[in-house]
């Protein structure tokens, strides 16, 4: 099993930054992704950024430009920086491991990006 505890969440003007942070936990050995999902009211879980465990990162169309993801295996942690916030990055983020083949989730935290 693989715990994950996000924080970093909340509210914030648009142009403005936050940055999220998931630590894993538990059976960490052989995990090949990790990343970050949001999904806002009404609409579908979307992916915002993953990074696999050879360095190579994917992000989704509508944050290219102003999202980084970061992975620091050392501390099992995958950070998530946004900057240019828009109200439409409005969302409840979760953290997401792929390992062998099995998604782990967080229990979300909210972003809130007022116009």
């Known amino acids: 099993q693989v715990q994950l505890v996000e924080s970093g969440g909340g509210l914030v003007q648009a142009g403005g930054s936050l940055r999220l942070s998931c630590a894993a936990s538990?059976?960490?050995?052989?995990?090949?992704?990790m990343g970050w999902y949001r999904q806002a009211p009404g609409k579908q879980r979307e992916l915002v950024a993953a990074v696999t465990s050879d360095g190579s990162t994917n992000y989704g169309d509508s944050v290219k430009g102003r999202f980084t993801i970061s992975r620091d295996k050392a501390k099992n942690t995958v950070l998530l920086q946004m900057n240019s916030l828009k109200p439409e990055d409005t969302a409840v983020y979760y953290c997401?491991?792929?390992?062998?083949?099995?998604?782990?989730w967080g229990q979300g935290t909210q972003v809130t990006v007022s116009s």
């Open positions: 538990g059976s960490i050995f052989s995990i090949n992704a």
């Open positions: 997401n491991v792929v390992k062998l083949g099995r998604d782990y």
